[in-house]
């Protein structure tokens, strides 16, 4: 069902690859209503995009080949509200240590699989106050880290002291996994994004 508050939006998921069914549920359980983006004209009836975890150097070939990655770089420039987990995250990184195809518009600087083959996957709680006054269970899947964000992006949160959370402006980024988790703050952070957004846009 819709949370009253979520009404008027609609988030898009980039389902090329990786994994969209988890956002899907994690924005149905807060209420919101998804569609899944795979075409370039879809970009234009969403009021917020998640860029899903997956592989992020399959899903920058799968953006060009399918024709989305010029019109939806436009998108976000002109503001349309952005949610990268995991490869999402590098994706829409300025800077990844190792050159591929990518979104770039985010001032940061990322490390693809930064946390090695040791603890490529592991899970801690932690208290991010951005998102909530309670600790959270943050998942991290062959994760990258974000060595160092500029310009106008801003660090919010650090695991022994490595950024795992960012946000500039209309772009919000998580190294970690929320879809994996019941707790929907997250989500629910870029919801009240989209919806903002989707208040001040007048072209809409
Ligand atoms: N290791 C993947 C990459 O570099 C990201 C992993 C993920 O999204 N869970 O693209």
Known sequence: MTNERY????????????????????????????????????????????LPGGESTTLGKLLGLFGIMEPLRERIRAGLPVFGTCAGLILLAEEIEGEQPHIGVMQMRVRRNAYGRQIDSFSVRERVAEFSPQPMELVFIRAPWIERVYGEARALAELNGHIVAARQNNMLVTSFHPELTDNGCVHAYFADMAVAWKQTDKNK
């Open 7 to 50: 009404k008027d939006i609609t988030v898009g998921i980039l389902a090329l690859q990786g994994s969209v069914i988890e956002h899907e549920q994690a924005l149905a359980r807060i209420g919101v209503r998804s569609v899944q983006v795979r075409k370039r004209e879809q970009l234009e009836n969403i009021d917020g995009l998640i």
